[in-house]
Nanobody
């Protein structure tokens, strides 16, 4: 089993920044793909950013140039640095870790961007 714990969400004004963290624990025996997803009210969960086990990045078009995903493999932690935040970025952000075909999720952290 794998447990994911997110932190760093909160309320910020448009144009501001936040940094999310996600610490993985449990049966971590290798470096796995990890990512961040978000879900706004009434919307489907969408991929925000993902980093592969080899360090390849993928970003949603809506966050390119504003968000940066990174990881510290020594701490089994993935980060999401969010800059130039917009009200449209308001959502619950979920951390994800993929072990082959199994997807593990954190409990989510709320990010609210006021205009």
């Amino acid at each position: 089993q794998v447990q994911l714990v997110e932190s760093g969400g909160g309320l910020v004004q448009a144009g501001g920044s936040l940094r999310l963290s996600c610490a993985a624990s449990g049966s971590i025996r290798s470096i796995y793909p990890m990512g961040w997803y978000r879900q706004a009210p009434g919307e489907q969960r969408e991929l925000v950013a993902r980093i592969s086990s080899g360090g390849t990045f993928h970003y949603a078009d809506s966050v390119k140039g504003r968000f940066t995903i990174s990881r510290d493999n020594t701490k089994n932690t993935v980060y999401l640095q969010m800059m130039s935040l917009k009200p449209d970025d308001t959502a619950v952000y979920y951390c994800n870790l993929q072990v082959v075909t199994i997807m593990y999720w954190g409990q989510g952290t709320q990010v609210t961007v006021s205009s």
